[in-house]
């Protein structure tokens, strides 16, 4: 995993700008700590950050391929793992491509020299890279189809500016970052973001499953992937078979590295099937325990309450699974002190509102990892595949004409001023939103009521809350130089789950059944059938109190570039109550975006505009 930025104007010669391309690096470092190189040519200007683990000697980049044909280099900067890479390699042998390294980096570069833009649809992985090509002029920035790896752009008047993360573009002197009321549905609850928004006056990220060309005539969008909906002819031992063989192949996949791995493992039925197939996969026979990693709180045997979405503690499950399956186990006990010092770090890492304890707690966790390994495996993805949040199975809240994932929760929305909720009108904005995002749900002819809502509740999952937990996993490990794959989002997995009728999704008449039935023989019943159970949250009264007395101080504070857009009287008479919810575990948890909107925008200069 590496980080990338990049500038292409073809009103200036940007090869003579080395300092604003060290700089737009530098701002990459911490994602790239193992090695840098810079590559610029009149009016491009290509920035990579390396974090080695696959061919370690090899793989520097910016990539150059030479066409001998005069009409100069195809150049390439690349983060990210593309797991099918020795497949592709073999393939393109056999066009007569010659490589010269190891790397999944050279297999992307000879991939687009074989098969142009269209080459992304050959990639399975996590990946987001840059092509310049000088035969044509012409740059191609492309992002994976779920969008585990960022990427950010800017458009320019006769170019753009792009980089893995906001601050390689903030680097350079040409964007003048800004922010609008506008954005603040986003800010307040980014579930709601649209793929390519940003909170960022005039900064996008590529879309998901898209590419851009960038040329002398402007930018171009391409959606290179969807899921689509076809009927799914499988009976239910043959899903749960193929399913079973696919994470097989998957996990294996994802497991190959030139430097030490680990799994996350909470004791839940998705990390926890991660971990037994990595266990069980022959190629890792000789490599010793697998370590595997959980985060928990000091205090929590007493302040602990139990939630929809967070019913009970982490830590037994995890030493029980750890137990079974014969890793070696560390759990990481978080001081509740401890993970506000670390909000600052949190907030550079994103370059956008943080989500208070929730970063900063998976920050103190990365930071351990990185200590024993390179590459850590995760578990996202599971829960918007097979069906494992509680909104996927409260029949009022799947029958509601909006967002189920918001339940019932408080908007922070409502606490903005009357003036500004007025012209903001966000009861609509956020219907919009949902509506926009619905009309994209790939349909089957003639599908029962209940599988055809249950397809958009799906889709609306991947879509919000997915996004959200993915950007936060790639932040936050990025941010330690950590790299964490995901193999639940791999692409060929969730198309074939994506079909299943939802009444096979819950066979056993529960939350994902079917990922249940295809590990049953590698997990002991009490982890199979653990309800589900959401990343930690933070509940300690210390911590409680200080982002109260926190918001509290920033409602008086004149400096406040926030303060002014809220009800101040109604953010007081809500922070004083107690107020719960499907997805919050209590009033700080869901007044916590207020204060971090506020310190981001303190921190990177922004007033409303």
């Not at 500016?161 to 603040?184: D, Q």
């Not at 076809?230 to 996990?251: C, F, G, K, S, W």
């Amino acid at each position: 995993m590496c980080g990338i930025a990049g500038w292409l104007d073809f009103s200036r010669n940007v090869a003579g700008e080395r300092t604003v391309l060290a700089a737009m690096s530098d701002s990459m470092r911490r994602r790239g700590p193992d090695d840098d190189g810079i590559w610029a040519v009149g009016p491009v200007g290509l920035c990579h950050r390396r974090l080695a683990v696959i061919d370690i000697e090899g793989g520097r980049q910016p990539m150059i391929a030479d066409v001998g044909d005069g009409r100069g280099p195809v150049v390439m900067i690349y983060t990210g793992e593309v797991y099918n890479f020795r497949a592709l390699r073999g393939e393109l042998a056999g066009l007569g491509h010659k490589f010269r390294t190891r790397s999944d980096t050279e297999v992307v570069l000879r991939a687009y020299l074989e098969w142009g833009a269209e080459s992304s649809s050959r990639l399975r992985g996590m990946f987001a890279y840059a092509v310049w090509d000088a035969r044509v002029q012409e740059l191609l920035l492309v992002r994976d189809r779920l969008g585990v790896k960022p990427l950010y752009y800017a458009p320019l008047a006769n170019g753009v500016l792009f980089s893995s993360e906001p601050k390689g573009i903030l680097a350079n002197p040409l964007y003048r970052p800004g922010v609008s009321e506008t954005s603040l549905p986003i800010l307040l609850d980014p579930r709601l973001a649209l793929p390519g928004e940003t909170p960022y006056h005039n900064m996008y990220t590529v879309k998901p499953g898209h590419f851009l060309r960038i040329g002398r005539a402007g930018v171009t969008e391409q959606r290179y992937w969807s899921l689509s909906g076809r009927e799914h002819t499988d009976d239910l031992p043959t899903t749960v078979a193929t399913i079973r063989q696919m994470l097989n192949d998957v996990v294996a996949e994802q497991l190959v590295a030139d430097v030490p791995v680990a799994t996350m493992l909470s004791g839940g039925l998705d990390s926890s099937a991660i971990t037994a197939l990595a266990v069980s996969d022959p190629d890792r026979a000789e490599a010793g325990p697998l370590h595997t990693f959980a985060v928990g709180f000091k205090g929590d045997e007493d302040d602990f309450r139990p939630t929809a979405l967070r019913p009970e503690r982490d830590a037994p499950y995890a030493a029980l699974a750890a137990s079974h399956l014969g890793t070696r186990h560390h759990h990481v006990e978080l001081d509740p002190l401890d993970v506000l010092d670390v909000r600052p770090a949190a907030l550079r890492a994103r370059d956008l509102p943080s989500y208070g304890h929730f970063d900063t707690s998976m920050y103190l966790l990365f930071r351990e990892m990185r200590a024993h390994v390179t590459v850590g495996v995760s578990g996202e993805a599971a829960d918007e595949m097979f069906g494992g949040y509680p909104w996927f199975h409260d029949p009022a809240l799947v029958r509601r004409d909006r967002f189920p994932w918001l339940g019932n929760a408080p908007r922070l929305a409502d606490l903005l001023a009357p003036d500004v909720r007025a012209r903001l009108d966000s009861a609509a904005e956020e219907h919009d939103r949902y509506v926009t995002l619905r009309a994209q749900v790939p349909r089957v002819p003639d599908e029962d009521r209940l599988d055809a809502r249950m397809r958009e509740v799906l889709f609306l999952s991947l879509h919000g809350p997915l996004a959200a937990l993915l950007d936060r996993k790639d932040r936050m490990s990025m941010a330690v130089g950590l790299e964490v794959r995901v193999p639940f989002c791999d692409h060929e997995l969730l198309e074939y789950v994506w079909n299943v009728p939802w009444r096979m999704k819950i066979a056993d008449g529960r939350e994902k059944s079917l990922l249940r039935m295809a590990v049953a023989d590698l997990l002991p019943d009490e982890i199979l059938y653990r309800p589900k159970n959401a990343y930690p949250a933070l509940r300690a009264a210390a911590h409680d109190a200080q982002v109260r007395d926190g918001l509290l101080a920033m409602l008086g504070d004149p400096a406040s570039p926030l303060a002014p857009v809220l009800d101040r009287a109604a953010v007081i008479d809500f922070v004083r109550g107690e107020h719960q919810s499907m997805t919050h575990v209590n009033t700080v948890h869901l007044v916590q975006p207020l204060l971090e909107v506020d310190r981001w925008m303190r921190s990177y200069g922004l007033v409303f505009g």
